[in-house]
Nanobody, 121 residues
Framework: VQLEESGGGLVQAGGSLRLSCAAS????????MGWYRQAPGKQRELVAA???????YYADSMKGRFTISRDAAKNTVYLQMNSLKPEDTAVYYC????????????????WGQGTQVTVSS
């Protein structure tokens, strides 16, 4: 399984970005996907996750500004990020596993290489 993130970049504070993560390879028909981020000098943290049935889970600090969605037919998960703040600057990683709680716990089997998001003040 390969995960490829895209959509990162430089944006001013208050702006928006939409990240995409496309999964390819030997993917089961049902799986859960999610987004994590890691800022310089900090631990990786969960942003949001979504099950095959579109159940979603958000980290408390991410609720309200971030929205996760997926296109199951395309094996693609999206992260819409609005009202971005400089503290949102991080490398954003996509994760995939078969169960939502595995993705939420951070023990997903498959991870992407990450996409950089930089928010300027």
């Amino acid at each position: 399984v390969q995960l490829e993130e895209s959509g990162g970049g430089l944006v001013q504070a208050g702006g928006s970005l939409r990240l995409s993560c496309a999964a390819s390879g030997s993917i089961f028909s049902s799986n859960a996907m999610g987004w994590y981020r890691q800022a310089p000098g900090k631990q990786r943290e969960l942003v949001a996750a979504i099950s095959y049935g579109d159940s979603t889970y958000y980290a408390d600090s991410m609720k309200g500004r971030f929205t996760i969605s997926r296109d199951a037919a395309k094996n693609t998960v999206y992260l819409q990020m609005n009202s971005l703040k400089p503290e949102d600057t991080a490398v954003y990683y996509c994760a995939l596993d078969w169960l939502l709680d595995v993705v939420v716990r951070g023990t997903a089997r498959y991870w992407g290489q990450g996409t950089q998001v930089t928010v300027s003040s």
